[in-house]
């Protein structure tokens, strides 16, 4: 009820601000949802969203996964800490913009240069995140594991990878709704077809109800993915700590 609540309230202050703006800078809801309509029933629509969650998809695997190891590496061994944290600290401060168009010029207009550029930028969040997660781990669960000769693996499973969960979580909270951001840079600057750049085709033609059209799908399917998947995901790893009263 209270997120049917919001949504009405959004519609209606649309509503209102268009009235008071104009149609030509702000078109209203109806006018958006026929060029949504529209361009679902070419199916342009769905193979945009399709290309972009794609490359959400395998931008975000790749990047939790080494920035999960690394970080992992960098707060256990001091040593990779030392090595590793100049180039974090670049990482973390180069702009986006940036990495995108040295990705296309060194690797071309391709699909694995927007895809790389795209974990670049969400690599030094899981590094950051996953290496305070080492740096807390309990030191007295590593001597138990060790006193009672628990495998590696299995030490890791049921010892360490408890403690992180909650800093996967945040990592990928937090990496999912940067991933959601520079992955329009990106289709925007070098690729054919996504949501962003429709967007950008819609800009040129000063086509302000597809460009709403899209803004507004791609909104809404990242809500969806945040409610259904992400919300869920964190509530399940997070269901070790005591509930406030």
Request: net charge positive.
């Amino acid at each position: 009820m209270p997120r049917l609540l919001s949504f009405a309230v959004f519609v209606a202050t649309w509503w209102i601000a268009s009235l008071l703006i104009g149609d030509a800078k702000l078109p209203p809801p109806p006018i958006v949802l026929a060029a949504t309509v529209t361009e679902a029933k070419s199916g342009a629509l769905f193979f945009n969203l399709g290309a972009t969650l794609a490359r959400v998809a395998l931008a975000f695997v790749l990047a939790m996964s080494l920035g999960s190891a690394i970080g992992y590496l960098m707060g256990r061994v001091r040593l990779a800490d030392r090595i590793c944290d100049p180039w974090l600290i670049l990482l973390l401060n180069l702009p986006a913009l940036v990495v995108i168009v040295l990705a296309y010029i060194w690797a071309g207009l391709t699909e694995a240069a927007a895809i790389a550029a795209i974990a670049v930028n969400k690599l030094p969040t899981a590094v950051v995140t996953l290496r305070e997660g080492a740096r807390a781990l309990d030191a007295s669960l590593d001597d138990m594991a060790t006193v009672f000769a628990i495998p590696r693996w299995r030490a890791f499973r049921h010892v360490v990878l408890p403690q992180l969960a909650p800093y996967i979580a945040a990592a990928a909270r937090s990496g999912l709704s940067l991933v959601w951001k520079i992955v329009l840079v990106a289709e925007l600057l070098g690729r054919p077809n996504g949501v962003g750049f429709e967007i950008g085709v819609a800009f040129q033609l000063f086509d302000i109800p597809l460009l709403l059209a899209y803004s507004l799908s791609f909104a809404a399917v990242v809500l969806v993915i945040e409610t259904l998947l992400v919300q869920p995901f964190e509530v399940r790893l997070s269901r070790w700590r005591p509930r406030a009263a």
